[in-house]
């Protein structure tokens, strides 16, 4: 199997990337956090004047103290800094910056305490080679143990003035099974409108990457996009219908709401993780057509999906079974409990023989994998 997403993205062009930073410099005001960086520079600093950053010495919580050292920030690329608190954590675009980012959004909209211990046992389901510095990634999360209060994004009020009010409480709710921190990327920027797309600038093109679609990219033309719908969202209805589930359209696919009985209905956990996993899938194929500057290949996409969908199954019925089977022979040996047993997806017995829904799986073996030749 062929995820080079690192390969992929060390082909992203010079200008592409210059465009992407040349964003973040646009509006730092008086007091901004931020880190200036130049070649291999990266000062973090915050913002005194209209031409001026005092830099701050960072200590080992990642806590920062100022000094005396003063710079013209026009002469490096100013990135505001990812915080945790009081920590910071990393310029917005870096790895460690986008990590903490992502968990600074599960902490804020997970209500209930996260557990971080939770989040760093997941990655035994990252089994992508591109993953391996996700753990690093993760270490540094759990040594952070900050709390860090609600608020509300901007993102909310901008998506009012798309789709009109939504239940905002209900959707930061909402909870995905079976998939890796970095499985839920992809929709949790779709949500935050932080997912980069063709419009956002910096590629050839800022059209929607399907032959035959002259539509400007954004976040939701991927769902509305005629072409992609049928090539990709309706496939995944449809098979979701095969597996007992009841997926809505379009605010589905952007919020996980689907219509109820008087109002809207969340998604429930495993129909979370098929949206967490299309978005994954969709983006990824969405990405490589505009760095090769080719029409996007649809039907790659919902391969991916699938695999992505089955290998997490798969991850997930063999971490029951490894736990049932360390502790078996026990005296008193425990079984499955029983919530982890039914479930739509996949389906286990009290010893941890676990089976994928069958429909799932033919689905799996019938697509082909367009990556392994
Ligand atoms: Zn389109």
């Not at 209805?237 to 095969?242: D, P, Q, S, T, Y």
Request: some cysteine.
């Amino acid at each position: 199997m062929a995820f080079k997403v690192s390969a992929l993205a060390s082909k992203i062009p010079q200008a592409a990337r210059d465009n992407i930073k040349a964003g973040w410099t646009t509006s730092v005001g008086l007091g901004d956090k931020v880190y200036l960086i130049r070649g291999k520079i990266e000062w973090p600093a915050i913002i005194v004047s209209d031409t001026r950053a005092r830099r701050v010495r960072l200590d080992a919580t990642g806590k920062a103290h100022e000094t005396q050292t003063e710079v013209m920030y026009n002469r490096f690329t100013v990135s505001q800094a990812v915080m945790w608190g009081e920590k910071w954590a990393g310029p917005k675009g870096s790895f460690g910056g986008e990590l903490a980012d992502l968990t600074y959004t599960l902490l804020n909209h997970e209500e209930t305490e996260f557990k971080l211990e939770r989040l760093v046992r997941s990655r035994t389901f990252d089994q992508f080679p591109d993953e391996g510095d996700e753990e690093n990634g993760l270490q540094l999360i759990t040594k952070t143990k900050a709390k860090i209060k609600m608020k509300t994004p901007p993102a909310e009020a901008v998506w009012k003035t798309k789709v009109g009010p939504l239940p905002w409480p209900a959707i930061w709710r909402i909870r995905a099974d079976y998939v890796s921190p970095r499985d839920k990327i992809s929709w949790m920027k779709v949500r935050h409108r932080t997912l980069w797309v063709a419009k956002s600038g910096g590629m050839n093109t800022t059209s929607c990457a399907m032959t035959g679609c002259v539509h400007e990219e954004n976040i939701e033309h991927l769902v509305d996009c005629t072409l992609i719908r049928r090539g990709f969202w309706t496939k995944i209805e449809a098979l979701m219908r095969a597996l007992n589930m009841n997926p809505g359209c379009r605010l589905f696919w952007l919020f996980g709401l689907k219509p109820g009985r008087n109002k809207w209905e969340p998604a429930d956990p495993e129909e979370a993780a098929m949206i967490s996993w299309a978005w994954r899938a969709l983006y990824a194929e969405v990405t490589r057509a505009h760095i090769d500057d080719k029409p996007l290949d649809i039907n790659a996409a919902y391969a991916r999906f699938v695999r992505l969908a089955h290998m997490r199954l798969q991850a997930y019925g063999y971490k029951w079974y490894r736990w049932y089977s360390r502790q078996q022979f026990r005296a008193f040996p425990k079984v499955v409990p029983l919530k982890h047993r039914q479930k739509k997806l996949i389906e286990s017995g009290p010893d941890a023989e676990y089976l994928i829904n069958p429909t799932l799986s033919a689905e799996f073996r019938r697509t082909p994998d367009k990556e392994r030749n």
